[in-house]
């Protein structure tokens, strides 16, 4: 939390059609499947989602970011920048 401002949040509450100025991504929790909004960064290509271990950012252009959905399960994000 706090990555991601408020003000942010609030523009994709109410607009559907601008991802392409704000690149939010929406996956689903492993777990329960609830939609879970994140920002990563533009260009960004999820490559997977687990609720288990940390995923290995094994190349350099990999990124891992934990995020809970609204249940509070926590889970690992692996994308491509
Ligand atoms: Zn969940």
């Known amino acids: 939390m706090g990555a991601d401002s408020p003000r942010t949040e609030e523009c994709l509450s109410g607009i559907e059609s601008c991802p392409q100025t704000v690149p939010i991504t ?3 929790c492993p777990r329960c499947g609830s939609e879970v909004r994140m920002g990563l960064p533009r260009a960004a290509t ?3 989602i687990t609720a288990e271990d940390r995923p290995e950012a ?3 252009r990999w990124k891992v970011r934990s995020i809970a959905c609204q249940n509070g399960h ?3 994000v692996l994308f491509e920048w």
Do not use: M, P, T
Request: aromatic fraction near 16%; charge should be negative.
């Open 26 to 28: 929406e996956c689903q």
């Open 46 to 48: 999820v490559k997977s």
């Open 58 to 60: 094994g190349n350099h």
């Open 74 to 76: 926590e889970f690992f």
